[in-house]
């Protein structure tokens, strides 16, 4: 039940990396066919996402569990929005585009613009100078902080320098070396799994 | 551009979830939930309007056959919602996994392995620009050493890692800094919306 | 005394998360009301980005992939607009395309913005916008083989064969200049394929949160130019002589920043005042 499924990998993956040097039209325009397929297969995992949850927040309503009635809201918004996108379609003069513009746009940038409010009280929490490392991660943070904006400018003209400075060099050196570090077990990951030595994705059983 | 209603309500779903830095309360949980729902059904409606629709429905519309491959690939990964059928999800997984890791190794070593060693070995600048470049190569090959778990950190390479790990503190130091900058960002957005578009009392851009 | 002292700087550490709450929304919303208009010095990174457009020949099709929503506009809808802006003042053409869903409506907003400020600019002789393709990285790798291949229609349904200045391009080699706005990994896809495998120059605006993380590719020659968070964009904005949403941010943007660091120095000052290497910590962060 699985060898079938790491060949498939390792005949796409090979696939892959063999039109990148193929030069070609054939092969680039196969290589569009297949990124096209890819594509299609990612929206019915989102499909069995969204059933996903909309299982578990039926489940919820129909066994009245904590909070059953905000389970209602999210079947309904999700059910409604799916239904009409599909109907109508997305653009803006449609109903979703609209419900979008509305609902998730600003609940969206609202959700995110909360994290300034929770970085500053965990800023004054955590953030403590208990060791060379931790202050080093301390300072840096601060010099930034106060040097990237305008009153950093204003404090003293040396503050812009110095912020291009811890920029291009030291943590341009340690970003160099994560890239690297990135790049490598990125490369090591997928030889592993396009050769059937990582089987993970597959599962258990 | 939204109108007055849609104002309102984007404004009042705003509020509702700055209520959750008093406390946890039935109107943030309303927005969450409206969220969450929204959010899902929009993606899948615009998955079906920009994937679904002209690269499978209208294509199999119009008498070619390739497309039920793609079709066939994504029913077959539902089967992931049931134990008993979830066996044959492996072969869609095996498909989209293949084709991305086939995509990456020639990418990731172009792009950050050769490219980023490239620039890692050319020669120091010229005059005082050296030291930055002595500074550079250090943190890069120290930060390197650190991640090297293969042999214990004593000695030489202990040294060496431990300098890695400053220009780590540094890199990281600057990261928080800018991340903090990215966040109140968000807040000041969502501060000059209720400002400007809901309670009109700044100029508008 | 002594006991009177410790007991203050104990309260301090315990305080309740809900002050530090208000005293940030107070620190945001202050300077929006009463601004202060520090100035606002550009960074050589962000020059640079300037000047690679400034370099592009007058007249020259400039590829533009605007690739954010709603939830992070903040920061990129601000510099899309300064590039815009700046694209028209040189008589380029930007092509404009995003591969996030909910950007179509953004970037008509953009465009309006830039273009009125700008005395007006007709649709497809001036700019084209080609609108959302799905795939992220497998529109990109098209984008290097056939554009008009991948966008039969634009936007708003025209032809792209039928357009007269897309007839002048078809792949990433046609255009001299790559610029995309973007807050996720598509800025890696793009300077993997775009700027990597095609060689194009290219210059990137991102979040304040991704910024620091291209140094590396600004000092390999991947990337041109930077553009980072909202105070890039606030950068570029003097640069091009506007003044947009990001410089009218910069004040409140200084002001939290102030008390985030004051609250930091609080803390750390508090914690050696209290003497123990671990404060009572009260109310959670």
Same mark, same amino acid.
């Given at each position: 039940m699985r060898f079938g499924p790491i060949v498939v990998t390792f005949l796409t993956g090979t696939l892959l990396i063999a039109i990148f040097f193929i030069p070609h039209h054939a092969a680039q325009e196969t290589q569009s066919v297949i990124l096209e397929w890819a594509d299609i297969v990612y929206t019915f995992a989102l499909l069995l996402g969204s059933l996903s949850l909309w299982a578990m927040h039926q489940k919820k309503v129909q066994q009245r569990g904590e909070g059953w009635i905000y389970s209602v809201v999210t079947l309904v918004s999700l059910g409604g929005v799916t239904f009409l996108g599909v109907v109508q379609g997305v653009a803006g003069g449609t109903v979703v585009g609209r419900v979008y513009n509305m609902v998730n746009a600003p609940l969206a940038?609202?959700?995110?613009?909360?994290?300034?409010?929770?970085?500053?009280?965990?800023?004054?929490?955590?953030?403590?100078?208990?060791?060379?490392?931790?202050?080093?991660?301390?300072?840096?943070?601060?010099?930034?902080?106060?040097?990237?904006?305008?009153?950093?400018?204003?404090?003293?003209?040396?503050?812009?320098?110095?912020?291009?400075?811890?920029?291009?060099?030291?943590?341009?050196?340690?970003?160099?070396?994560?890239?690297?570090?990135?790049?490598?077990?990125?490369?090591?990951?997928?030889?592993?799994?396009?050769?059937?030595?990582?089987?993970?994705?597959?599962?258990?059983? | 551009m939204m109108n007055g209603f849609d104002t309102w309500v984007a404004a009042l779903l705003t509020l509702c979830v700055f209520s959750f830095l008093y406390r946890d309360n039935p109107f943030y949980r309303f927005a969450e939930h409206l969220f969450v729902g929204s959010s899902a059904g929009y993606l899948l409606a615009v998955s079906y309007q920009n994937v679904l629709k002209p690269n499978v429905i209208e294509k199999i519309g119009h008498g070619q056959i390739l497309p039920f491959i793609p079709l066939v690939l994504g029913i077959m990964i539902l089967g992931r919602m049931w134990e008993r059928t979830s066996g044959i999800a492996r072969w869609s997984l095996a498909f989209y996994v293949g084709i991305y890791s086939g995509i990456a190794i020639p990418s990731y070593l172009q792009a950050q392995i050769f490219a980023q060693l490239a620039d890692a070995v050319k020669p120091f600048q010229p005059?005082?620009?050296?030291?930055?470049?002595?500074?550079?190569?250090?943190?890069? %090959?120290?930060?390197?050493?650190? @991640?090297?778990?293969?042999?214990?950190?004593?000695? !030489?390479? $202990? *040294?060496?890692?431990?300098?890695?790990?400053?220009?780590?503190?540094?890199?990281?130091?600057?990261?928080?800094?800018?991340?903090?900058?990215?966040?109140?960002?968000? %807040?000041?957005?969502?501060?000059? @919306?209720?400002?400007?578009?809901?309670?009109?009392? !700044?100029? $508008? *851009? | 005394m002594a006991a009177t002292t410790k007991s203050f700087w104990h309260r301090i550490l315990g305080i309740d998360r809900r002050w530090i709450f208000l005293l940030v929304g107070i620190g945001t919303t202050l300077p929006l009301l009463f601004p202060v208009n520090l100035p606002v010095a550009a960074s050589p990174r962000v020059k640079a980005a300037y000047q690679a457009v400034e370099d592009v020949p007058e007249g020259s099709?400039?590829?533009?992939?605007?690739?954010?929503?709603?939830?992070?506009?903040?920061?990129?809808?601000?510099?899309?607009?300064?590039?815009?802006?700046?694209?028209?003042?040189?008589?380029?053409?930007?092509?404009?395309?995003?591969?996030?869903?909910?950007?179509?409506?953004?970037?008509?907003?953009?465009?309006?913005?830039?273009?009125?400020a700008e005395g007006g600019r007709t649709r497809n002789e001036d700019y084209v916008f080609l609108g959302y393709k799905s795939g992220n990285q497998a529109v990109i790798l098209g984008l290097g083989e056939n554009i008009r291949g991948l966008f039969p229609r634009d936007f708003y349904g025209t032809s792209t064969d039928s357009i007269p200045l897309m007839r002048r391009v078809n792949s990433f080699t046609d255009f001299p200049l790559l610029v995309n706005l973007s807050g996720s990994s598509i800025a890696d896809y793009y300077i993997r394929i775009g700027a990597s495998r095609y060689h194009r120059p290219m210059i990137l605006g991102s979040t304040a949160v991704m910024a620091s993380d291209y140094y590396p590719y600004l000092s390999s020659g991947q990337i041109k130019g930077l553009i980072g968070g909202m105070k890039g964009a606030a950068e570029y904005e003097r640069l091009v002589g506007i003044v947009g949403d990001a410089r009218h941010g910069m004040d409140a943007q200084s002001l939290v920043h102030v008390i985030v660091v004051l609250l930091v120095l609080l803390g750390n000052v508090a914690l050696f005042a209290t003497g123990g290497p671990k404060p009572r910590i009260g109310g959670g962060a």
């Open positions: 940038s609202t959700m995110f613009s909360l994290l300034a409010f929770f970085i500053a009280s965990a800023a004054f929490r955590a953030f403590r100078a208990r060791n060379v490392e931790a202050t080093l991660l301390l300072v840096t943070a601060i010099v930034m902080m106060i040097g990237r904006v305008s009153i950093g400018e204003y404090m003293w003209k040396g503050f812009p320098p110095l912020t291009e400075w811890l920029l291009d060099v030291p943590n341009l050196a340690a970003k160099r070396a994560v890239a690297l570090g990135i790049g490598l077990g990125a490369i090591s990951t997928a030889l592993k799994i396009i050769l059937g030595i990582d089987r993970s994705y597959l599962g258990r059983g | 005059g005082w620009g050296a030291i930055n470049s002595a500074l550079i190569l250090l943190g890069f %090959l120290s930060v390197l050493a650190y @991640f090297f778990f293969s042999a214990p950190h004593t000695g !030489l390479h $202990g *040294v060496v890692g431990r300098i890695g790990i400053w220009f780590l503190m540094v890199a990281f130091g600057a990261s928080f800094g800018y991340t903090v900058m990215a966040r109140v960002s968000l %807040l000041i957005a969502r501060m000059q @919306f209720l400002l400007r578009d809901w309670l009109h009392v !700044l100029p $508008g *851009v | 099709l400039v590829l533009v992939s605007l690739d954010y929503e709603p939830d992070i506009m903040a920061e990129l809808q601000p510099m899309a607009i300064a590039v815009l802006r700046h694209c028209f003042r040189r008589h380029l053409k930007p092509v404009i395309l995003t591969l996030y869903p909910a950007g179509p409506g953004l970037i008509e907003r953009a465009l309006e913005i830039s273009s009125a």
